[in-house]
């Protein structure tokens, strides 16, 4: 019998696939060398996005035990009765992914319902107080643990990150790091999510077994703690599709349109989707756990960095830059609404993209047949 409210059960990480799967290489940071070593892991993550494209980070702190517990906390809560999960809806229509996601959209022209749900937990900050969904009383007694993993996972990760990213290109070490300190308000959020299974038959009416179309995330890097059961995906420079392997300990690190956007393209966006899981993981319910870091508020989205890398590259030019760029906020709000704030996901509105305060937005990517 439990003995407090916060004694639940423990997620059972499921077992890894024994088929062979076409992986893609990741590089890999090992943030052990943060800060003493900064020189060398500049040059780490120069080879990590020039070089290969697709990467990982290990040696964080975050220990597995706490990526464990907060699988918890998230499975625990998508277990509860659906009328309590539908306390606090994501407020799509404002362009809020802040509350309960549910899987109610139709998938493209298959006719089938989108088989996942997620929580997504805005900053425990002063600044984003107004957004935390005090109507889960279920939620309250772990709020003081989700404000740790989240501040961990800023001051461990995110922050040297965006210390690298700015070092990388040549800028003052602040340069990303200052706006986007812990306590500046964002659209930054912990999502717990999870995939129910679909029958094979359901899935043969997906368009390449696709549980999520490929796409871009839209804020600067999102950090995707290591998933055992596969199904995620990215597209390679060679235009094809790999599995992204199942490391213990490491978190995959997605760049995303805002870092994009600030570099004139020289860090790409990670093209991404989700597909049915192998045979002997099909039928396990897919639990994930991430951290998204979006564009603060005030943050001047499309603006170049003034950096002498881009500079020798051609990159940056001053005279292309836009006299008032759209804000963070209301670029991410934008972006919601628009990938969201719809009955039909994937569908040809969608794959259209969309702009906003003068930056084309690209929403849908496939492979080339």
């Not at 943050?299 to 051609?314: C, I, N, Q, T």
Request: charged share 25%; hydrophobic share 40%; aromatic share 10%.
């Amino acid at each position: 019998m439990p003995t407090s409210v916060l004694d639940i059960p423990t997620w059972q990480r499921p077992a890894p696939t024994t088929e062979k799967l076409d992986t893609v290489q990741l590089a890999c940071i090992d943030l052990a060398k943060w800060p003493d070593r900064k020189e060398e892991l500049v040059e780490d993550l120069r080879h990590a996005v020039t070089d290969v494209g697709f990467w990982a980070i290990e040696n964080t702190g975050i220990t597995d035990d706490e990526v464990v517990r907060q699988m918890s906390i998230g499975s625990a809560f998508l277990d509860l009765p659906l009328d309590e999960k539908r306390k606090h809806p994501c407020n799509f229509a404002e362009g809020k992914f802040f509350g309960y996601r549910e899987g109610v959209r139709i998938m493209g022209d298959s006719g089938v319902v989108d088989n996942s749900e997620a929580l997504c937990l805005p900053k425990v900050t002063a600044s984003l107080a107004q957004e935390w969904p005090v109507e889960y009383d279920w939620l309250q007694p772990f709020k003081p643990e989700i404000e740790a993993f989240q501040c961990k996972v800023h001051e461990r990760i995110l922050d040297p990150l965006l210390r690298l990213f700015a070092l990388l290109l040549e800028l003052p070490e602040e340069y990303f790091s200052a706006p986007h300190a812990w306590h500046r308000p964002s659209e930054d959020h912990l999502r717990y999510m999870r995939y129910t299974p679909n029958s094979r038959e359901v899935d043969e009416q997906l368009k390449d077994k696709q549980y999520l179309n490929g796409h871009t995330d839209f804020g600067l890097v999102t950090l995707l703690f290591a998933q055992v059961v596969q199904g995620l995906q990215i597209l390679t420079a060679d235009n094809e599709w790999k599995h992204v392997p199942f490391i213990p300990d490491s978190i995959v690190v997605n760049t995303a349109d805002i870092l994009s956007f600030a570099t004139a393209g020289y860090l790409k966006s990670t093209i991404h989707r989700v597909v049915r899981p192998p045979e002997d993981q099909a039928r396990v319910r897919r639990m994930g756990l991430f951290y998204f870091s979006r564009a603060a508020w005030d943050f001047p989205a499309g603006v170049v960095a003034p950096s002498p890398v881009l500079e020798r590259l051609g990159l940056y030019k001053p005279d292309e830059q836009p006299v008032e760029p759209v804000s963070g906020l209301e670029f991410t709000r934008a972006r919601v609404k628009h990938s969201w704030d719809r009955p039909v996901y994937a569908d040809d509105e969608f794959k259209r993209g969309f702009s906003v305060g003068g930056l084309a937005v690209k929403t849908d990517y496939e492979a080339a047949s």
